[in-house]
């Protein structure tokens, strides 16, 4: 596997359900992201992690809950979803999240729908 | 706040060239990029702009300037792979992507 990798690529579950999104990078980079992408609107930053360490939490629910075991893996934990939380969750990862020519490599994403 | 600004969907024609813009207000300017996202993909790198000026890749070139707040990507010879969304986003002083809401480019033949 090459790239950023994304499992499942979509998802159902109900309000009251627990799941988690797994994201797996293979380009040896330090940092990783977790985005929500919503139709026509921008993407949202949610997390950031940098050497395992989380650098960034843009006030995010507590319903969502990230996990980095280590640099190559990332996880979004979620439970009690509100139907409003339906949309496509992006990873991404890149070398170093404060260089400025920083290229961050996105994921195919998992496309939530929460019933 | 911060905001980007960039048209909602074009529609072009095979063969043809296209200039999507994307105009911004950010706390500082780190650096643009732009990026392609065909339906149900992942988003892919496609330009980065730091310094004023035109950056030509291939059939796709993207323009910066700073003084105005303002950037174009430019594809010429469209072809019909071309259709996807484009994505405008900027770094700030902060060294956050600060992304758009994304143009919808559709080709027709």
């Known amino acids: 596997e090459t790239g950023v990798t994304q499992t499942p690529r979509h998802l159902v579950m109900g309000m009251t359900n627990k799941k988690s999104l797994k994201c797996e990078q293979h380009?040896?980079?330090?940092?990783m992201y977790w985005y929500k992408q919503s139709a026509k609107k921008p993407l949202e930053l949610m997390f950031v992690?940098?050497?395992?360490?989380?650098?960034e939490n843009n006030s995010v629910p507590s319903r969502f809950s990230p996990e980095c075991p280590n640099s190559s893996h990332l996880f979004l934990h979620l439970h009690t979803l509100q139907p409003e939380d339906s949309a496509l969750y992006l990873c991404?990862?890149?070398?170093?999240?404060?260089?400025?020519?920083?290229?961050?490599?996105f994921g195919p994403g998992t496309r939530l729908l929460v019933l | 706040g911060q905001n980007i600004d960039q048209p909602t969907e074009m529609t072009a024609t095979e063969g043809a060239i296209v200039q999507i813009n994307c105009t911004y207000q950010t706390s500082g300017f780190n650096g643009l990029f732009w990026y392609q996202q065909h339906a149900g993909e992942a988003p892919t790198f496609l330009s980065y702009n730091v310094l004023d000026g035109l950056e030509e890749k291939g059939r796709f070139s993207s323009f910066l300037s700073r003084s105005k707040g303002y950037s174009y990507l430019l594809l010429k010879e469209l072809q019909m792979k071309d259709s996807a969304s484009y994505l405008c986003?900027?770094?700030?002083?902060?060294?956050?992507?600060?992304w758009g809401a994304g143009t919808k480019l559709i080709i027709k033949p």
């Open positions: 986003a900027v770094r700030d002083s902060n060294y956050q992507l600060i």
């Open positions: 992690y940098s050497l395992e360490e989380r650098v």
């Open positions: 991404a990862s890149s070398q170093d999240p404060s260089g400025s020519q920083e290229t961050q490599y």
């Open positions: 380009l040896g980079h330090n940092a």
